[in-house]
């Protein structure tokens, strides 16, 4: 996907790492962001494509920081949904990249409620359930075209959902001892792995390869960080413990309970990836969800992102979410922080995405108005300084793969 040089002008800037900028301008250049300020801060070359957001709001691409996004496709059913490998306890070998359809109607759908980014993830059915990986939601020929990061995260789950579904096979884990235990048994077999290999390497002698086990190395390294599926306070606590023995980066993802321990998340500066909101308590993990946590959260000093756990709730709903955290009490700094920054930089994506920042990536939304009003609208989106989504004429428009690579 080619990008041209284009310059946003006269529109209300929110870079979100720095203050607002009324009748500000933001340049890109080559697909990335050369330039963000005042009007008269920034010069605007000659032959340059000028998009004019006089009256519209300005901001980067909001990340979707835990989504299914292409590997739970909507509208195919079972033939759809390669969520979960759902055969064995430990599958950190799997990669969620590796199941994901670029056509999934969910992409589309993320343009239209400015989502520019993504880190797709592998389901909780699994203890440890997979790596993840960061893309950009449109532009690429193939899918591999639109990574941002490979090295994000893997995907592990404590709580119900594993211990019902190897419970229901009459397998370990049943309990959440079970889970735990597989947990744990997997990482002192990655440090034991990594000790062989290490001494294999010295002595220059040949070491088989283990896929599961080296991904748990680059965990246990800090390469990948722990996305640690998990709702109950009690879970959560479990999550701290397993860190604190394998000492890991640990992201809490859900932290439907979280508020509850929200002093002890703080301290420990441990973030949480919080929701989805717009759910049924649909099971026992869920009795106390209610959106208004997440402001306990934030107040109490914890680094919180927001997700749809797309396509739970439709990835274009993320922006509804935080509008009505706002209304239950999270401030509406944090709430576009939640969307932008703050998981930009615990999941270590904030050298490419997350801020209108120059360096950073050329993903910027043209909004009618301010997008926490459930009233405004994504006009323009840009990913790379290409411009893949328009709304005009009462209708969204998505530019499609012929027309990018005509």
């Not at 002192?188 to 990594?194: I, K, S």
């Not at 604190?244 to 992201?251: A, I, M, N, P, T």
Request: charged share 25%; no cysteine.
């Amino acid at each position: 996907m080619t990008s041209s040089t284009i310059a946003i002008v006269n529109g209300h800037v929110v870079p979100v790492a720095q203050p607002p900028i009324e009748n500000g301008t933001v340049l890109v250049r080559d697909g990335v962001i050369e330039a963000v300020g005042p009007a008269d801060q920034v010069t605007i070359p000659d032959g340059v494509t000028v998009v004019d957001a006089a009256g519209k709001w300005v901001l980067p691409g909001f990340i979707e920081s835990h989504g299914h996004v292409g590997i739970h496709e909507e509208a195919n059913g079972p033939a759809g949904d390669d969520t979960n490998e759902m055969t064995t306890p430990n599958t950190a070998a799997v990669r969620a990249i590796d199941a994901i359809n670029i056509d999934d109607e969910g992409f589309r759908d993320a343009l239209s409620g400015g989502v520019t980014s993504v880190v797709v993830k592998p389901g909780s059915g699994n203890p440890i359930g997979g790596q993840t990986v960061a893309i950009k939601t449109w532009g690429g020929r193939i899918i591999d075209e639109q990574i941002i990061h490979e090295a994000v995260s893997v995907k592990s789950a404590l709580g119900e959902n594993p211990k019902r579904v190897y419970g229901g096979k009459n397998q370990t884990p049943s309990t959440r001892l079970g889970v735990a235990m597989i947990i744990r048994e997997a990482f002192v077999a990655a440090q034991n792995y990594r000790a062989q290999r290490d001494n294999a390497e010295r002595e220059g002698k040949p070491f088989d390869r283990d896929l599961s086990k080296e991904t748990l190395v680059r965990v246990l390294d800090g390469e990948l960080a722990w996305d640690q599926h998990t709702h109950r306070h009690d879970d959560i606590a479990t999550a701290l413990r397993l860190a604190d023995e394998f000492g890991y980066r640990l992201v809490v993802n859900h932290g439907t309970e979280a508020h509850k321990i929200a002093d002890v998340l703080a301290e420990r500066d441990i973030p949480v990836i919080f929701g989805p909101m717009f759910t049924s308590r649909s099971k026992v993990e869920l009795r106390d969800r209610a959106i208004a946590n997440l402001a306990v959260l934030a107040k109490a000093g914890v680094r919180v992102a927001i997700t749809t756990d797309h396509p739970v709730v439709p990835i274009n709903f993320l922006i509804y979410q935080a509008a009505l955290a706002v209304k239950d009490g999270l401030p509406r700094e944090t709430a576009l922080e939640a969307l932008t920054v703050n998981p930009a930089a615990f999941l270590r994506l904030d050298d490419r995405v997350g801020s209108l920042t120059p360096g950073l990536d050329g993903d910027v939304v043209v909004w009618s108005g301010d997008p926490l009003d459930v009233n405004s609208r994504a006009e323009r989106v840009f990913i790379q300084g290409a411009e893949v989504y328009r709304f005009e004429d009462g209708q969204g428009r998505v530019v499609e793969r012929a027309e990018r690579f005509a």
